[in-house]
């Protein structure tokens, strides 16, 4: 490991000791009013990707068309190649770059319209839904916020610590 990724890992370790340490060090009425904010905070977070999540949803809902029509024309491309053995093609050279052309229009076609839907699905859904898992996490923990976000401090150093000792 250099000495660089030591320092992130010392980095994340002191930060999670800090706030899983506040816990016992500090008077329950502060330790109840900083987890208060950061509890107003992180739903204030959780509202924004449960806007975004449903957002995406109804852009699914309202593309479901050109996706399925989309994927239709991926699998058409596929058939096509699948039964180019199955055609008799012999001497007609412009049927045979017909053939081709359109097998490759479709495909790519599709795949480029498919793709160009599903970026504004997936990435909502993806990263939404697993920062969605995490602000659950944090809000439902017993300790509190802050020690939940300590706690996952700490378990990201283990992880990091993990990745550079095995690379």
């Given at each position: ?80 190649i699948y039964f180019t053995d199955f ?24 795949f480029a319209t498919l793709l160009n ?42 992880i990091l610590r993990y990745k550079y000792?095995?690379?």
């Open positions: 490991m250099t000495i660089d990724q030591q320092l992130l890992i010392l980095n994340f370790q002191i930060l999670a000791g800090i706030l899983m340490g506040l816990d016992y060090l500090m008077p329950e009425s502060w330790r109840k009013n900083l987890n208060d904010q950061t509890s107003i905070r992180i739903l204030n977070v959780q509202e924004g990707i449960d806007l975004d999540i449903l957002k995406a949803w109804e852009h699914a809902k309202n593309n479901i068309v050109v996706i399925v029509v989309s994927i239709l024309m991926i699998f058409s491309s596929i058939l096509m055609l008799i093609f012999e001497g007609k050279y412009i049927l045979i770059a017909l053939w081709i052309v359109s097998i490759v229009v479709l495909f790519f076609m599709g839907v599903s970026a504004d699905i997936i990435v909502p859904i993806g990263l939404g839904g697993s920062l969605r898992v995490f602000t659950t996490l944090i809000l439902a923990s017993p300790k509190g916020p802050l020690a939940a976000i300590g706690f996952l401090c700490l378990c990201t150093s283990f000792l095995s690379t």
